[in-house]
T-cell receptor, first 111, second 114 residues
Framework: AQTVTQSQPEMSVQEAETVTLSCTYD???????LFWYKQPPSRQMILVIR??????QNATENRFSVNFQKAAKSFSLKISDSQLGDTAMYFC????????FGAGTTVTVRA | EADIYQTPRYLVIGTGKKITLECSQT?????MYWYQQDPGMELHLIHY???????EKGDLSSESTVSRIRTEHFPLTLESARPSHTSQYLC?????????????FGPGTRLTVL
């Protein structure tokens, strides 16, 4: 069974600074996709960024970027220039034939 | 925001009542999912469907049932609600084939069983 581990239950960051969320996963598959989802308070969960395991280049979406280390099975998310609207719970997810989620990291951006 | 809708958003109900949580999407997605999420916790897949007349149980055992008679509609039913069913229920959908495809989530139904 696939497992996804997010070791940081909560993180706090000052507005405009950078925060990095960690995620590790366990799989015996060679091709799969990894995702970071964002769940703002009382709002719908949305996709932040995705990464294909075969691609060595780290994915980037505006202020969001990942550090994908396939051998280490690590998939961290970096949020640069943090904004108040980034306050949310962030879930790392692994997809080979179905989506498995980590326990989530609550990120609070302070003004 | 994604075109996937859930009703009701909040439901408080007594033990033993039958309830149906509604989920509809207007994106024509073949795949639909139900997740259970306790506050501040991870999501657990309880049901999924790959198309009309297709339903499967997920990783987390659930006493709920689902049906998929129409592509756009994926309701979840609890025949006899209990306090242990208190949770948030999230519906999601995605396009057909491919691990690449993201799931689009509804706003969720927060269920409280007294």
């Amino acid at each position: 069974a696939q497992t996804v581990t997010q070791s940081q239950p909560e993180m706090s960051v000052q507005e405009a600074e950078t925060v990095t969320l960690s995620c590790t996963y366990d799989t015996s598959e060679s091709n799969y996709y990894l995702f970071w989802y964002k769940q703002p308070p009382s709002r719908q969960m949305i996709l932040v960024i995705r990464q294909e395991a075969y691609k060595q280049q780290n994915a980037t979406e505006n202020r969001f970027s990942v550090n994908f280390q396939k051998a280490a099975k690590s998939f961290s998310l970096k949020i640069s220039d943090s904004q108040l609207g980034d306050t949310a719970m962030y879930f790392c997810a692994f997809n080979d034939y179905k989506l498995s989620f980590g326990a989530g990291t609550t990120v609070t951006v302070r003004a | 925001e994604a075109d996937i809708y859930q009703t009701p958003r909040y439901l408080v109900i007594g033990t033993g009542k039958k309830i149906t949580l509604e989920c509809s999407q207007t994106m024509g997605h073949d795949k639909m999912y139900w997740y259970q999420q306790d506050p501040g916790m991870e999501l657990h897949l309880i049901h999924y469907s790959y198309g009309v007349n297709s339903t499967e149980k997920g990783d987390l055992s659930s006493e709920s049932t689902v049906s998929r008679i129409r592509t756009e509609h994926f309701p979840l039913t609890l025949e006899s609600a209990r306090p242990s069913h208190t949770s948030q229920y999230l519906c999601a959908s995605s396009r057909g084939e491919g691990q690449y495809n993201e799931q689009f989530f509804g706003p969720g139904t927060r269920l409280t069983v007294l």
